[in-house]
């Protein structure tokens, strides 16, 4: 196991201490019952000595009743100026419970009537009551509570009064933080790509864009899971900084070795209303899964930056080229997915996600250099934001054949239309960033954009086939990936998975029962064989 897998499994440990977190606790809540048992059946770990080794400030109590004890731990907590603080309290998981206390039944199982009953007995509660709130909880909520609550409340929009006479220009900025607006112009740096046939890196356009924004958008803030250099997602401008325990307005977080804490920190970023992002392989998004949910399941508009989203990677081989990793982000619920296929839709990419307020994206951008197409020959990218465009039609005349692509497979799906296109075929080349964007078009735009009596088509994706279906038709051809990748060049593992331009042009004409050269050598029409094959 290599330091990248082994170090992922800590959670915010070093950087708490590293910042000075001192205004962090964590209860530990050592009751030593799980639901197969006791922790001894799998668990002898030293979480105290484990969470000083990280330089947190740790305290123990060793009863949960021991209120004093308790309090105690909080003063220490408060008077910490350093470091954050860790609470082991020691508990008895359904204390009061005559004979299931400190059992793993009380864990996972209904303590049954009887037990409510002797549970109540040692509490001295009525027994026999099902749902009782004391009129003293009423009177306290209802007196004290609310005039301490009130108090606050008044005071607290004092401050912030005080605060916006002050500090208006701050102030406008924490409207917008809390009500997850943009500012006026904060798209108006984001630069436009000339055409050119080396092209940009999806990386390295993402870069130049998220820099562009971030200067215009102050609270937005991220950082890399130790990637940065190579997913070129740091904020490279004058006052950008990294976040430090000396420099609190350090926008660069440094979250180390551990990519599933760089999601789960950014989103707690994102519940305190900053515009987060968090960046890494596309590969790495495996460590992710849970944060990624939450994420979802949060609605929070969180940007998940992944670049080297495809067998593009070459020698890194399969280990680091996804394949399935598309469709499993396109199937979260609440995940908005977009793959740009230039630096163009790279820039609009990010005029469609920076206004989105409650759905996360994911940003997934190629390592290698692609096309920046000519916009003055093919349409906008600003289709980005449908999901997916009508990105180069025939001269004349309706379409017979539709080819879809995304990322880095669109400059060479463009290349296959023009050769179409030259042997008299009218061919359509649909862009498709966004599966999800798209999906969420009224059926009159996707109807436009894939008319549905066109049923010869073609989609193009290094990634798994899974998914497809639902574009092409039962009658249309995917060109994607049913294996696993292979370590070798890039041109090559291209051909031996069958994306090229030639094997684009006769997949669309097998789709419209032409006839057509034999595939040149190394050009494949299946793309199930196995990775081994190339191997050898």
Same mark, same amino acid.
């Given at each position: 196991?290599?330091?990248?897998?082994?170090? @992922?499994?800590?959670?915010?440990?070093?950087?708490?201490?590293?910042?000075?977190?001192?205004?962090?606790?964590?209860?530990?809540?050592?009751?030593?019952?799980?639901?197969?048992?006791?922790? @001894?059946?799998?668990?002898?770990?030293?979480?105290?000595?484990?969470?000083?080794?990280?330089?947190?400030?740790?305290?123990?109590?060793?009863?949960?009743?021991?209120?004093?004890?308790?309090?105690?731990?909080?003063?220490?907590?408060?008077? #910490?100026?350093?470091?954050?603080?860790?609470?082991?309290?020691? !508990?008895?998981?359904?204390?009061?419970?005559?004979?299931?206390?400190?059992?793993? !039944?009380?864990?996972?199982?209904?303590?049954? $009537?009887?037990?409510?009953?002797?549970?109540?007995?040692?509490?001295?509660?009525?027994?026999?009551?099902?749902?009782?709130?004391?009129?003293?909880?009423?009177?306290?909520?209802?007196?004290?509570?609310?005039?301490?609550?009130?108090?606050?409340?008044?005071?607290?929009?004092?401050?912030?009064?005080?605060?916006?006479?002050?500090?208006?220009?701050?102030?406008?900025?924490?409207?917008?933080?809390?009500?997850?607006?943009?500012?006026?112009?904060?798209?108006?740096?984001? /630069?436009?790509?000339?055409?050119?046939?080396?092209?940009?890196?999806?990386?390295?356009?993402?870069?130049?864009?998220?820099?562009?924004?971030?200067?215009?958008?102050?609270?937005?803030?991220?950082?890399?899971?130790?990637? =940065?250099?190579?997913?070129?997602?740091?904020?490279?401008?004058?006052?950008?900084?990294?976040?430090?325990?000396?420099?609190?307005?350090?926008?660069?977080?440094?979250?180390?070795?551990?990519?599933?804490?760089?999601?789960?920190?950014?989103?707690?970023?994102?519940?305190? +209303?900053?515009?987060?992002?968090?960046? &890494?392989?596309?590969?790495?998004?495996?460590?992710?899964?849970? =944060?990624?949910?939450?994420?979802?399941?949060?609605?929070?508009?969180?940007?998940?930056?992944?670049?080297?989203?495809?067998?593009?990677?070459?020698?890194?081989?399969?280990?680091?080229?996804?394949?399935?990793?598309?469709?499993?982000?396109?199937?979260?619920?609440?995940?908005?997915?977009?793959? /740009?296929?230039?630096?163009?839709?790279?820039?609009?990419?990010?005029?469609?996600?920076?206004?989105?307020?409650?759905?996360?994206?994911?940003?997934?951008?190629?390592?290698?250099?692609?096309?920046?197409?000519?916009?003055?020959?093919?349409? !906008?990218? =600003?289709?980005?934001?449908?999901?997916?465009?009508?990105?180069?039609?025939?001269? @004349?005349?309706?379409?017979?054949?539709?080819?879809?692509?995304?990322?880095?497979?669109?400059?060479?799906? $463009?290349?296959?239309?023009?050769?179409?296109?030259?042997? &008299?075929?009218?061919?359509?080349?649909?862009?498709?960033?966004?599966?999800?964007?798209?999906?969420?078009?009224?059926? !009159?735009?996707?109807? #436009?954009?894939?008319?549905?009596?066109?049923?010869?088509?073609? @989609?193009? #994706?290094?990634?798994?086939?899974?998914?497809?279906?639902?574009?092409?038709?039962?009658?249309?051809?995917?060109?994607?990936?049913?294996?696993?990748?292979?370590?070798?060049?890039?041109?090559?593992?291209?051909? +031996?998975?069958?994306?090229?331009?030639?094997?684009? $042009?006769?997949?669309?004409?097998?789709?419209?029962?032409?006839?057509?050269?034999?595939?040149?050598?190394?050009?494949?029409?299946?793309?199930?064989?196995?990775?081994?094959?190339?191997?050898?």
């Amino acid at each position: 196991m290599n330091d990248r897998y082994s170090a @992922s499994s800590h959670f915010l440990n070093q950087p708490a201490w590293a910042v000075q977190l001192a205004n962090l606790c964590w209860i530990y809540d050592n009751n030593k019952i799980t639901i197969e048992g006791a922790t @001894s059946l799998a668990f002898s770990e030293d979480v105290r000595a484990r969470f000083a080794g990280y330089g947190w400030a740790v305290r123990h109590v060793s009863d949960a009743n021991d209120l004093a004890a308790l309090g105690a731990s909080f003063d220490a907590f408060r008077a #910490e100026t350093e470091r954050p603080t860790l609470i082991v309290v020691d !508990s008895i998981i359904g204390y009061g419970s005559p004979n299931k206390a400190g059992t793993h !039944s009380a864990h996972g199982e209904p303590l049954g $009537v009887e037990e409510v009953e002797a549970t109540k007995r040692f509490y001295g509660w009525p027994e026999n009551e099902t749902f009782l709130v004391p009129p003293e909880v009423a009177d306290h909520v209802g007196g004290g509570m609310r005039e301490r609550g009130g108090g606050l409340r008044r005071d607290w929009e004092a401050l912030i009064a005080g605060y916006v006479a002050e500090y208006p220009e701050q102030a406008e900025q924490l409207n917008h933080m809390q009500r997850r607006t943009l500012p006026e112009g904060w798209d108006a740096d984001i /630069p436009g790509f000339p055409a050119d046939a080396k092209g940009v890196a999806g990386r390295d356009a993402n870069g130049k864009v998220l820099n562009a924004v971030a200067r215009r958008v102050p609270w937005l803030v991220g950082g890399s899971a130790d990637l =940065a250099p190579s997913n070129k997602s740091r904020m490279t401008f004058d006052g950008a900084g990294d976040f430090s325990a000396a420099d609190r307005a350090g926008r660069n977080l440094h979250f180390g070795v551990r990519e599933h804490a760089a999601a789960a920190v950014a989103n707690g970023l994102a519940l305190s +209303k900053l515009r987060a992002y968090q960046a &890494g392989f596309l590969i790495f998004s495996d460590f992710q899964r849970g =944060a990624l949910r939450l994420s979802a399941l949060m609605e929070l508009p969180l940007i998940h930056v992944y670049t080297h989203d495809s067998i593009g990677v070459g020698e890194d081989g399969p280990t680091h080229q996804p394949i399935e990793h598309l469709a499993s982000i396109r199937a979260m619920p609440g995940m908005i997915d977009i793959r /740009p296929g230039d630096a163009n839709e790279v820039a609009e990419a990010w005029r469609a996600l920076m206004p989105i307020r409650h759905e996360p994206v994911a940003l997934m951008l190629s390592r290698q250099p692609l096309p920046t197409l000519d916009r003055e020959r093919y349409a !906008s990218a =600003a289709g980005v934001a449908r999901g997916a465009y009508v990105l180069a039609d025939p001269p @004349s005349g309706a379409p017979e054949v539709i080819l879809i692509a995304t990322g880095s497979e669109v400059a060479m799906t $463009v290349d296959a239309y023009e050769r179409l296109i030259a042997d &008299g075929i009218r061919a359509r080349v649909v862009s498709m960033p966004s599966m999800k964007l798209f999906d969420e078009q009224p059926r !009159s735009y996707r109807d #436009e954009v894939l008319p549905p009596s066109i049923m010869a088509r073609v @989609s193009v #994706e290094k990634g798994s086939t899974f998914g497809w279906d639902r574009w092409v038709g039962p009658t249309g051809a995917i060109i994607g990936m049913s294996t696993f990748g292979a370590s070798a060049p890039l041109k090559v593992l291209q051909a +031996k998975f069958g994306f090229t331009v030639e094997n684009i $042009v006769a997949t669309a004409r097998t789709q419209l029962g032409l006839e057509h050269e034999a595939n040149p050598p190394g050009v494949t029409l299946e793309t199930s064989e196995s990775a081994e094959t190339l191997a050898q």
